[in-house]
């Protein structure tokens, strides 16, 4: 038997799964990652400070934010530039939108349909119209609080080096509180949805090393240390000796490996590294899943994404309460000094940890880029969460051995484009 | 009959597709209007059946161009969405360099076999813009795409009117916008030469316009240079600000 | 005068926030410059401000303005917006209230603007002082720096103490919200004078030639290498026109909804430096070369808006001037520059180059039906197709009502959802119908195309001059038609022939590229039949297959071919631009007075009316003086034949 899932659907970018086996054995299983390069450290070569940010921001559409600030913060650390309080609190926010955006998308969108039987969300509008209706509103509140701080959902204009450009006003950032206070129990209503469905999501287990951000003072999403669960903190600076990359012949994206063969990153590596840090929504809706530390079932991660929406929503409200409270200031823009040096930009995104590393010369034009994405550093972990699952699947018929390998892939909410940037798999019988 | 519609993607960020997703609850609205019969992103299904294609993402290797090459013999209609699609995205930047170079840049700690030219996934990849590979009807620019305009796009397209994609300058609707010009406060921009419909939203929150829309139709590009040198760039910024989504407009071969 | 305490002053503004029946609007900062903007408090008022980006013209004519709501199920009974809230401007410098003054002028002549009228009525301007001058402002030069009406309240800031000046009995009125006001003695009311001659005498920055003389000036000086020297540099981005308070050029635009049914009309501006402003459906723009565009607004600014309506459209407030990214819309650098290129001698040919018409009760007249672009219901007949771009479509107005056009005439065709195009009427006006043929061009005229008989369109109009049927009565006509130019003439040719009696000889010349081209060919057809008129046709060429009975070569071949008395004949000449080039040269040649040559020009008819600006042939709109115009009229028009 040949299964080979071409393309494979409902993630972002091209990837294939290439199963072989005979008389019930597996002679192979390949993970294979597709989408053309688009080789972005090669060509920020030659770009100037400012720029960087805005080219790699194009790196993936659904983490943009994400990559705008590992960005900012690489080059900032290169050039010496330090950001307001403000602006760090700002640009938590900012990390939260994308967050809420990008799990309720993979939640919603993208799991969901697995979750109802269905091949994508559109049949749900007709069977399911409240959750949908749910969903959307969730996905687009959060795309509003994008709005409102990086000036748009994709690609923001609104961060920049040295801080942010505009600052909310006082009255926007009180109704954007308001409409997040209101999603609280339309959040609830989606959570308890996913519940009731979450016995579709199959029992499987491979011990594994979580890698994610870690830090003492709170979830780490936008500041920390590298920590492992097999080898504890790491200096941000030292993250090549973490993420080892490596290149296969059937992928255009690179592949990663540190105690082991392959680790994961991602909102489960962060439950498991830091879920003391979450806030008491996110703690109980973790309870009410049976999430608990170390959890090394890579389905999991969905639910995973479930609780650090309820942790992103509530940490935005009290973010905003901060702020009012503090009062909020226009700031003059930063004048920045470009300068010869290097620097490092670690942030946890929706899918996991990213690195940004840039060497600037002295007129501030980037002369070495290095960024390592949280799907590079997946990709060797599916391949053997597969190369462990796929033999438990043999007796079932090739349209089920397919829907459990993609939805295993898709567990991971790899974003392809980013990684070269992959999916869809097709079968041989 | 709804028209049916098949979403592509190639070489691309897929934010331009995440933008139809981000029309929100008028997403629900276009699936009333159109049959969405392929839609890798969100869906399983595929289909070879379908009257639009919409393609987002820049085509790079062989592989890719046969593959828009099928989709165009199976479409009546096409549309190229957003600038990976419609100039050959930031990734075009690339193409100043040889593949080689690039693999070498990118890929240094690769055995050289693995990443040849006869890997076909590693083959030669070279940038372009879908129209220098196939015929192409209509083009919803921006990086990403404003998901306003792709909702009109989709009216006009049903109701049989030119799509109202605008062929004037940024400034504009930057002016209407009532922002300062960038150029008044120490700062340069695009947006002179740049084609707006993106309700200038990069000059809105300070930053410059960098032509993510390309160029409208009859570019004023010397007077656009000669500002920019007067406004103190040297020839290697201009450069810069030139070729950040536009290096198709100067590309000296493959380019308009 | 009055006079009132600073934090009074303060109270005042705050009590009149408070109001929930008006919006309050004032000049606020704005980053490092100024723009109107809601008041939230008077903390945040700033009459110190030099200038602010916008003029206040985004209150009268707004950015995006919704002229109408439709609903595909029922469109022609559209919803209206809403009537504008009552609205309080504070701060407006005297040059901005001169530009409103000159766009009152401009606007309310014709009940299409209701909208600006209905904005005027509910604004309340209270203007102050300019205390600081912004260093490209000259309206020191311009007369501009004291008004003396056109505001209800005027405020000058004395530090701890502003003065007050009351203009309108509304102005007045709106004192009620202060407290503490007091009249101002003898010598506060020498000084704040004193002051403001002051002020208005910084702002002058050397314009050589004052504004009395940019109309002769600019008028000699139509060719001057100045043009081609400025209008290089242009990026053609329209910056000039969209900041300055007396452009009011727009363009009209459909939106539909996602649900294909409920959509709204937008007003929007637009500006002549634009490529696009003047484009018509098939694709040609008139004004192409970015010197024409160029030259064009200033010519708007110092010669075709005086010639109208007296004024001189520049009030000196230099916002072109600033935000010019290549420095070259500054009219005092523009008309210096000019002034010192010049061979000529420039007199001042304006007497005041501010007379501005402030009556605001001019308008209002007709009923409410046909206000706002608003379109009459019309119901096609008939569609007969004529070619394989050209279709005919007999239409009457729902209302019973005839057109009541004259030959030569056009109307705007509405479309809900798509726009509106401008189209002649090419049916004699006889009976309760008129029929207008459509060529296949834009979006308007393809879903035209796509209609039967049974199906609604709106029609606004009849629009423009027509033919002067009356006049030519008793006198020799030679028609001479070119291509789609036979649409418009038809109608005046039907009319001749259903009044054959009371015109002398008649002559009818028509050509086409090929015979498949030819319209009306049964009519044309009979023309040859008649024996008191005169017809000949031809076709550039005849394709291998086709038949034709006709002369072959371009329509000035046929001209030596018929008999008609130079002297004596008026000659109808309607057809594409390149046409009139050929046909004219070779019609004075023998002889045909200038005047007795009478054509049909095409442009960009957007309102029908001549407020959009995009019709414009240097002064001349062709939707109101024409589109038809004696030859005589219009040869010295540069751009009309170009």
């Known amino acids: ?398 349209r089920e051995i397919e829907l459990n390998l993609e939805m295993l892939v898709r567990a991971y909410d790899p974003c392809i484009s980013c990684s070269t940037h992959c999916m869809k798999v097709r079968f041989k019988l | 009959m709804k028209p049916k519609v098949a979403i592509f993607d190639f070489a691309s960020c897929e934010g331009c597709e995440l933008q139809i997703v981000n029309l929100e609850e008028a997403i629900i609205d276009v699936a009333k209007l159109v049959d969405i019969v392929e839609f890798r992103e969100a869906m399983k299904e595929s289909s070879d059946d379908y009257d639009i294609a919409i393609v987002e993402g820049s085509i790079a290797r062989p592989i890719d161009e046969e593959r828009l090459k099928k989709i165009r013999a199976k479409a009546k209609i096409l549309i190229a969405l957003g600038a990976c699609a419609h100039l050959g995205g930031v990734q075009r930047l690339g193409n100043r360099f040889s593949p080689d170079e690039n693999k070498k840049e990118v890929y240094h700690m690769a055995r050289p076999e693995d990443i040849s030219d006869g890997n076909p996934y590693f083959k030669e990849p070279r940038h372009r813009a879908l129209d220098e590979v196939v015929k192409v009807d209509y083009t919803i620019p921006g990086c990403p795409i404003n998901r306003v305009e792709f909702a009109k796009v989709l009216v006009a397209l049903l109701t049989g009117k030119k799509p109202p994609i605008p062929d004037y300058p940024v400034c504009v609707e930057c002016k209407k916008k009532e922002n300062t010009c960038l150029y008044t406060v120490g700062g340069v921009c695009m947006g002179p030469v740049a084609r707006g419909g993106c309700d200038a939203i990069c000059p809105t929150y300070g930053g410059e316009c960098e032509a993510c829309r390309g160029y409208v139709s009859h570019p004023h590009e010397k007077a656009q240079m000669d500002v920019l040198a007067k406004y103190g760039l040297t020839a290697e910024e201009i450069m810069n600000r030139k070729t950040m989504f536009t290096s198709r407009y100067t590309e000296k071969k493959g380019g308009e | 005068m009055k006079i009132i305490k600073r934090e009074d002053f303060k109270a005042f503004v705050n009590a009149l926030i408070k109001d929930s029946g008006l919006d309050v609007e004032g000049v606020k900062a704005k980053g490092e410059k100024f723009a109107f903007g809601p008041l939230e408090s008077a903390d945040d008022l700033r009459l110190d401000y030099d200038v602010t980006l916008l003029p206040p013209k985004k209150y009268f004519l707004p950015q ?314 019309a119901t096609i007949k008939r569609v007969e197709k004529l070619s394989a771009k050209e279709t005919m479509f007999e239409i009457t107005l729902d209302s019973g009502k005839t057109l009541g056009h004259t030959p030569g005439q056009f109307v705007e065709v509405s479309i809900m959802g798509m726009g509106e195009a401008p189209i002649s009427v090419s049916s004699a006006p006889n009976g309760k119908s008129f029929e207008i043929v459509v060529r296949k061009v834009g979006d308007v005229t393809s879903k035209i195309h796509t209609m039967k008989a049974g199906d609604k369109v709106g029609i606004r109009g009849p629009f423009g001059r027509g033919f002067n049927v009356e006049g030519l009565k008793g006198r020799n006509i030679l028609f001479i038609g070119g291509g789609i130019g036979i649409i418009p003439m038809r109608s005046f040719i039907n009319y001749v022939l259903d009044h054959r009696k009371e015109y002398g000889e008649v002559t009818i010349l028509y050509g086409c590229k090929e015979p498949c081209e030819m319209l009306f060919s049964k009519e044309v057809a009979s023309w040859s039949k008649r024996d008191d008129i005169q017809h000949k046709r031809t076709v550039d060429k005849c394709p291998d297959g086709e038949c034709w009975d006709g002369d072959l070569g371009v329509i000035t071949t046929l001209i030596p071919k018929v008999k008609f008395d130079p002297k004596t004949t008026v000659a109808v000449v309607v057809g594409p631009p390149i046409m009139y080039k050929f046909v004219n040269r070779e019609l004075l040649k023998l002889g045909v007075p200038e005047e007795n040559i009478v054509v049909s020009l095409e442009r960009r008819m957007k309102c029908g009316v001549g407020k959009c600006g995009h019709c414009q042939i240097n002064g001349v709109y062709v939707c109101k003086e024409g589109p038809v115009f004696n030859y005589r009229d219009l040869k010295n028009l540069p751009e009309a034949f170009k």
């Open chain 3, 64 to 377: 995006y303005e919704q002229l109408l709501k439709f609903d595909l199920s029922h469109p022609f009974s559209v919803d209206r917006p809403e009537y504008p809230r009552r609205k309080v401007v504070i701060g407006v410098h005297p040059y901005d209230i001169a530009a409103i003054r000159q766009m009152d002028s401009y606007f309310l002549d014709t009940d299409i603007s209701a909208n600006y009228l209905r904005r005027r009525k509910n604004t309340l301007i209270i203007g102050c002082d300019v205390m600081k001058v912004q260093e490209k402002a000259f309206f020191g030069s311009m007369g501009t720096g004291v008004m003396h009406s056109g505001y209800d309240l005027y405020l000058t800031d004395l530090g701890d103490r502003v003065a007050m000046e009351i203009g309108t009995e509304a102005g007045s009125d709106l004192l009620r919200y202060a407290k503490n006001i007091r009249e101002a003695s003898p010598v506060e009311v020498q000084k704040v004078k004193a002051m403001r001659e002051a002020m208005a005498q910084k702002a002058s920055r050397g314009l050589i030639v004052k504004p009395t003389g940019w109309h002769d000036l600019l008028e000699k000086n139509y060719e001057s290498e100045v043009w081609k020297k400025q209008s290089d540099k242009c990026l053609g981005c329209g910056t000039c026109t969209l900041v300055c308070p007396t452009c009011f050029c727009y363009d009209i635009q459909d939106d539909l909804n996602l649900d294909l049914k409920t959509g709204e009309r937008l007003r929007t501006w637009d500006g002549c430096l634009l490529r696009k402003f003047t484009e018509i459906g098939s694709g040609e723009v008139f004004r192409d070369d970015i010197l024409d565009r160029y030259r064009h607004r200033f010519h708007r600014k110092g010669r075709y808006l005086p010639d109208r309506l007296g004024f001189v459209a520049c009030v000196g407030c230099g916002r072109c001037a600033s935000q010019c990214v290549p420095d070259i819309a500054d009219p005092v650098n523009l008309i210096n520059m000019l002034f010192e290129a010049s061979p000529h001698l420039v007199q001042d040919s304006l007497s005041d180059p501010h007379t501005v018409r402030t009556d605001l009760q001019v308008i209002q007249t007709g009923d409410d039906a046909k206000m706002l672009h608003m379109p009459q219901a």
């Open chain 1, 1 to 398: 038997m040949k299964v080979h899932v071409e393309h494979l659907t409902r993630v972002e970018g091209h990837g294939d799964i290439v199963l072989n086996a005979g008389s019930g054995k597996l002679e192979s299983v390949q993970w294979r990652v597709t989408e053309a390069p688009r080789l972005f450290e090669s060509f920020v070569v030659g770009r100037p400070y400012h720029q960087l940010a805005q080219i790699t921001s194009r790196i993936c559409g659904i983490c943009s934010i994400g990559h705008t600030l590992a960005s900012l913060k690489a080059t900032e650390a290169a050039l010496g530039v330090e950001i307001s309080t403000q602006s760090a609190m700002l640009r938590r926010l900012a990390l939260h939108a994308e967050n809420l955006q990008s799990h309720i998308l993979h939640i919603g969108y993208l799991v969901a349909p697995d979750l109802f039987g269905a091949g994508s969300v559109f049949p749900l509008i007709e069977t399911h119209p409240a959750a949908v209706h749910n969903i959307v509103k969730l996905h687009r509140i959060s795309n509003e609080m994008s709005d409102l701080v990086c000036g748009r959902t994709t690609h923001p204009t609104n961060l920049v080096v040295g801080g942010v450009w505009k600052v909310p006003s006082e009255k926007s950032l009180i109704e954007i509180r308001q409409k997040l206070v209101d999603c609280v129990d339309t959040f609830n209503d989606v959570a308890r949805v996913v519940l009731a469905n979450a016995e579709r999501l199959p029992a499987f287990s491979r011990e594994t090393e979580y890698v994610a951000l870690g830090s003492e003072i709170e979830y780490a999403l936008y500041d920390g240390a590298i920590a492992s669960t097999d080898t504890g903190r790491h200096p941000v600076d030292d993250y090549r000796s973490v993420v080892n990359e490596f290149v296969v012949p059937q992928s255009t994206a690179k592949y990663c490996r540190h105690a082991r063969d392959s680790y994961m990153v991602g909102a489960l590596a962060r439950f498991n590294l830091n879920h003391d840090k979450l806030t008491p929504l996110a703690k109980q809706w973790a309870r009410k899943f049976g999430l608990y530390p170390v959890n090394c079932n890579p389905f999991m991660n969905n639910v995973a994404q479930v609780v650090e929406f309820g942790h992103s929503l509530e940490d935005s409200i009290a973010l905003i309460n901060k702020m009012l409270n503090r009062g909020l200031k226009d700031e003059a823009r930063q004048k920045i000094t470009p300068k010869a040096g290097h620097g490092v930009g670690a942030i946890e995104v929706p899918r996991g940890i990213l690195f940004h590393d840039y060497t600037y010369n002295d007129k501030g034009v980037c002369a070495k880029a290095n960024c390592v994405i949280p799907t590079n550093q997946n990709h060797g972990n599916i391949q053997k969460d597969m190369e462990a699952f796929a033999p438990t699947l043999l007796d079932r018929p090739g």
